[in-house]
């Protein structure tokens, strides 16, 4: 994976002392060849591939810009979108290291961001090595302030300094004292989505928490449907409320059909006969547990309510919208602001190069959050606010 930031002097000090720079335009496959030779000049390690330039060469969910002088490509700027949402991410910059300090790093950053925005970005992200301070000097001038640290993230273990710029105006900072911050937690396998889901909710309430893999797990266990079309069942929330009350947490069902779920997609007798067991076994442990089950949608503005409250919120999404799957999955929803809903997204699209940064603290109008928030022809909504842990 490239350093997005580069390294090896890859974007330039001398910022502001360009000599004629050409305008970046968008890289087309003629420059492919050229694109894999600045790479190899530009970085040492982590480098693109082949196979991943002729990829983000495809229409979809990539800008890739480069400045072309005519005789050459001075450079590129790889800005990456997760469909559906308002994010951008600056994966990777580089400049033909005999260029350096003429300007052209800050004019493909300036490039990218303004192709972000077009696009209908509200923030951009970017990682950068903490030895590359020239890199850091340049994203700290264009506005971008520091709000991570990921460790061991590059190829030679090196960590990663995370960075992000409002491209827009920037919400407001949310600060809650019934909680801490969410914390994220990729899942492990293709089907633990509630489980992942369920392990972020409870560590903003329990900072002391470890979440690991054996949770993970633990918690599929206790709250999953058992089947679904194919494989392995995802978690019910029903089942999911139900476990987390037995773990000591006060949570509340909202689910707008009375009916028993995801059946409709399942064609084996065997298997749906499964699933109406362990559903109606959640459905009476949660009448035992005295767990709330609302028979109606979390509306948008008890979402704010709860968000503002500081409760944490897991809401049931279709991901045909963002990764043209039609597979329910949940997601925590952690903050709303500026008509945006914030998200920490379990998944991680290994396709896409993204990493746990791309997925935490999604940005996603509220037009479009309503519009994911609905699965199958049953238009199923499903969420669960969890407010704390339970008084003893």
């Not at 709000?147 to 030679?156: A, L, M, N, S």
């Not at 089942?239 to 009916?259: I, K, P, S």
Request: glycine share 8%.
């Amino acid at each position: 994976m490239t350093p997005e930031a580069g390294e090896n002097g890859a974007v330039p000090s001398g910022a502001d002392r360009p000599e004629d720079p050409p305008s970046p335009r968008p890289a087309t496959p003629a420059d492919l060849d050229a694109l894999l030779d600045l790479e190899g000049r530009a970085f040492s390690g982590d480098r693109l591939s082949r196979r991943s330039f002729r990829r983000f060469l495809m229409p979809g969910r990539a800008s890739l810009l480069v400045l072309d002088d005519g005789h050459g490509l001075l450079g590129y700027a790889l800005v990456i979108y997760r469909r559906g949402t308002a994010l951008a991410r600056l994966y990777s910059i580089a400049v033909d290291p005999a260029r350096a300090g003429r300007g052209l790093g800050a004019r493909l950053l300036a490039a990218a961001e303004a192709k972000a925005f077009a696009h209908g970005s509200a923030v951009m992200r970017l990682e950068s090595r903490p030895d590359n301070t020239a890199a850091i000097a340049l994203y700290t001038r264009r506005g971008y302030r520091q709000f991570g640290h990921y460790v061991d993230y590059y190829e030679d273990h090196a960590d990663a300094l995370r960075f992000q710029k409002w491209l827009s105006a920037p919400p407001p900072r949310v600060v809650h004292a019934a909680r801490g911050a969410v914390p994220y937690y990729p899942q492990s396998t293709e089907f633990t989505c509630g489980a992942a889901a369920m392990m972020m909710a409870m560590g903003a309430f329990d900072p002391a928490l470890a979440l690991d893999r054996r949770l993970e797990l633990r918690l599929w266990r206790q709250a999953t449907t058992i089947f679904m079309t194919a494989g392995l069942g995802g978690c019910d929330p029903v089942g999911m409320a139900v476990a987390l009350a037995r773990h000591g947490y006060a949570a509340e069902v909202f689910v707008n059909t009375h009916d028993l779920l995801f059946l409709d997609s399942v064609r084996d007798p065997e298997k749906r006969a499964v699933m109406t067991v362990a559903q109606e076994d959640f459905r009476d442990q949660a009448k035992g547990l005295g767990v709330p089950l609302h028979r109606r949608p979390l509306s948008r503005g008890a979402l704010r309510e709860a968000l503002d409250g500081g409760a944490v919120v897991l809401v049931l999404l279709s991901l045909y919208r963002m990764l043209r799957s039609r597979t329910p999955h949940w997601v925590v929803a952690i903050a709303h602001a500026d008509r945006r809903v914030f998200i920490h997204d379990p998944w991680i699209e290994d396709a896409d190069h993204e990493t746990p940064m791309a997925a935490a603290a999604l940005p996603i109008p509220e037009e479009e959050f309503d519009r994911m928030a609905c699965y199958g022809k049953s238009r199923l909504r499903a969420a669960i606010v969890i407010r704390g842990k339970k008084r003893k």
